[in-house]
């Protein structure tokens, strides 16, 4: 079965940059989307059709998508976003999550 | 501005079923399909299935066919999920989410708050 492979964690230094992977085969024929989820609160989108930012979303989050791996990049990494991000995407009119990641800044 | 807000949270027992309502308002509520996502605690977004509120019509995931039903009441601007043969597996947050179309993608651009569902004897 089709799946999305993300790392379990990723750590990164305040104003450093981070990256989060997403894998699955041909992924880069899908739009992909990304979701932020801090403890207690619902998931926020903050990427949408690969590289799209919706309104609110600051610039320093980013997102490519090509071959089998789509990316989650943050620029000048702040304390405020250390969460999970969970990568999407629809696959034979099914939804498809990826296992999250943590983000930690430290 | 865009809200959705959910039912309370429920416990119930392995076998029963639960009904989980998510009223939508700031926008017009049959412009925009409806989806259902679950989180049970410290594990990853696990998705059930959407609706589009404007005909009923439904797409359910494969792993829930038979025991999910979604439905809506236009009047009220509310979309509902109900979860049959309640397991303890099932226990879970439940949200749901308006979907923002970009052609045959759609991605989640606003969530409910989650409801807890609890399924224990």
């Known amino acids: 079965s089709y799946e999305l492979t993300q790392p379990p964690s990723v750590s990164v230094s305040p104003g450093q940059t981070a990256s989060i992977t997403c894998s699955g085969d041909?992924?880069?024929?899908?739009?992909v989307c990304w979701y932020q989820q801090k403890p207690g609160q619902s998931p926020l989108l903050v990427i949408y059709?690969?590289?799209k930012r919706p309104s609110g979303i600051p610039e320093r989050f980013s997102g490519s998508n090509s071959g089998t791996t789509a990316t989650l990049t943050i620029s000048g990494t702040q304390a405020a976003d250390e969460a999970d991000y969970y990568c999407q995407a629809w696959v034979s009119s099914s939804v498809l999550f990826g296992g999250g990641t943590k983000l930690t800044v430290l | 501005q865009v809200q959705l807000v959910q039912s309370g949270a429920e416990v119930k027992k392995p076998g029963a079923s639960v009904k989980v309502s998510c009223k939508a308002s700031?926008?017009?509520?049959?412009?925009?399909?409806i989806t259902w996502v679950r989180q049970a605690t410290g594990q990853g977004l696990e998705w059930l299935g959407w609706?589009?509120?404007?005909?009923?019509?439904?797409v359910y995931s494969q792993k829930f066919q038979g025991r999910v039903t979604m439905t809506r009441s236009i009047s009220t601007t509310t979309a509902y999920m109900e979860l049959s043969s309640l397991r303890s597996d099932d226990t879970a947050v439940y949200y749901c989410?308006?979907?923002?179309?970009?052609?045959?993608?759609?991605?989640?651009?606003?969530w409910g708050q989650g409801t807890l569902v609890t399924v224990a004897s």
């Open positions: 989410a308006r979907i923002r179309w970009s052609g045959s993608y759609g991605s989640f651009d606003f």
């Open positions: 059709q690969d590289s």
């Open positions: 041909k992924l880069g024929d899908e739009f």
């Open positions: 700031g926008y017009t509520f049959t412009t925009y399909d």
């Open positions: 609706m589009k509120p404007n005909s009923g019509d439904t």
